[in-house]
C-alpha cells in the first residue's frame, strides 16, 4: 500500500495482513492464527572439557522459531556456570591444591601425595627446608583446554603440633 503525497511517496504494510499477502478469517485456538505454538524441548548439549564459568555455547537452529512462519529456527545460546571445587582452585588451565603437611617432612623433605582432577594421587617430592606457602608443581596434571593442558600446583601449609 503506497501513499503518494507531492514528489515523495510512502509505503507501509497492509493493516489487515502485515504484509504477508495472507488473512487468516478462521484461526485456530492453540496458535492464535501465528502457526506456531510455543512448547519446551530437551536439547543434548556437548559440554567441551575444560570450559571455564561465564562461557557461552551456540547450539545452532535450536533456538526460537520466526514468528512469521517462514524460515529457520534460531540458535540458542547457554551460559555454563561451572560449580566451584571444594578441593581445587582454577587459575586459567592451572589448578592449585592446599595441602598440609608434618612440619618434620618439611624440615627433613621426602615424598608426599596429592589429589590429582582424576581422582587419583600423585606423589611429589618435598626438599629439606620447605618453607610455609611453598608452591610445588606437577607438569600436565591441570585442566586440558583449547590443546593445552595446565599445571596441578600443591600449596604448601605446615601443620605445627600444639
Not at 25 to 51: E, F, L, N, Q, Y
Not at 101 to 127: C, D, F, N, Y
Request: charged share 20%.
Amino acid at each position: 500500500m503506497g501513499i503518494r503525497q507531492g514528489n515523495m511517496q510512502f509505503v507501509a504494510s497492509c493493516d489487515n495482513c502485515g504484509g504477508s499477502g495472507k488473512v487468516i478469517t478462521d484461526s485456530c485456538r492453540p496458535c492464535g492464527g501465528v502457526g506456531k505454538v510455543r512448547d519446551r524441548a530437551i536439547v543434548d548439549v556437548d559440554i567441551p572439557m575444560g570450559i571455564a564459568s561465564d562461557s557461552t555455547l551456540r547450539v545452532s537452529r535450536k533456538g526460537n522459531a520466526p514468528l512469521s512462519g517462514n524460515g529457520a529456527a534460531g540458535d540458542l545460546y547457554i551460559t555454563v556456570n561451572v560449580t566451584p571445587s571444594r578441593v581445587f582452585t582454577r587459575s586459567g588451565n592451572d589448578v592449585s591444591v592446599k595441602i598440609k603437611i608434618p612440619i618434620h617432612k618439611a624440615i627433613l623433605g621426602g615424598g608426599i601425595s596429592i589429589p590429582t582432577l582424576e581422582g587419583s594421587e600423585a606423589t611429589i617430592k618435598v626438599q629439606p627446608g620447605t618453607q610455609d606457602g611453598t608452591r610445588l608443581v606437577v607438569r600436565s596434571r591441570g585442566i586440558q583446554s583449547t590443546g593445552q593442558k595446565g599445571d596441578l600446583w600443591a600449596v604448601v601449609h605446615l601443620e605445627v603440633p600444639t
